[in-house]
């Protein structure tokens, strides 16, 4: 069971450096770089001073180990995340506690407009299907099947599906 990389991708997304949990856990940086590539295995007391820093107890970080090490994911693993009149938003890796990045599919129906703001910084996004019209702040722009954008998720965010036809767009938020 690797620990490691499941203790780097907590502090990352605490936004701690491996200098500030060491402080805080009262272990050295040298120690925490190692337990982070799985190059030393930490005793139950210093696990429960690094994950206390994390904001985490022992049952709830390996609560989902034996999930995290699953890789592949096939359409029946997908989890409909929202569902409105027109659109479909497809978590493609469902049940994971702690993402780093959250791919999704956006399907829309035809002529539809998908709209909202995201919480997240960025994303990328990729036309799998269709021809949608793109809106970012004042910016518009027409992207056809395998058209992609790289976006920060400060301002409004609108997709118009310009088709007859079912659009899907794979959206990648970090």
């Known amino acids: 069971m690797k620990i490691g990389s499941k203790i780097r ?30 190059m030393t295995m930490p005793s139950v007391l210093n696990l429960k001073q690094v994950l206390e820093v994390l904001g985490l107890d022992l049952a709830t970080f390996f609560s989902d180990m034996e999930e995290r090490e ?41 002529l539809a407009l998908y709209e909202t703001s995201y919480e997240d910084d960025e994303g990328f996004g990729f ?5 949608i019209e793109l809106t970012i702040a004042k910016e518009v722009r027409v992207l056809n099947r395998g058209g992609c954008f790289y976006v920060f998720f400060d301002n409004k965010f609108i997709i118009k599906n310009l088709s007859r036809k079912s659009a899907e767009i794979l959206i990648v938020n970090y």
Request: aromatic content about 6%; hydrophobic content about 35%; charged content about 35%.
């Open 9 to 38: 991708r907590l502090r990352k997304l605490r936004g701690l450096t491996i200098e500030e949990l060491a402080n805080g856990a009262e272990l050295t940086k040298g120690f925490i770089s190692q337990l982070e590539r799985d």
């Open 70 to 110: 699953k890789n592949i994911y096939t359409q029946k693993d997908r989890i409909d995340a929202e569902v409105g009149e027109s659109y479909r938003i497809s978590s493609l890796v469902p049940k994971l506690k702690y993402l780093e990045m959250e791919p999704k599919l956006i399907t829309l129906a035809p």
């Open 127 to 131: 036309v799998v299907k269709g021809r």
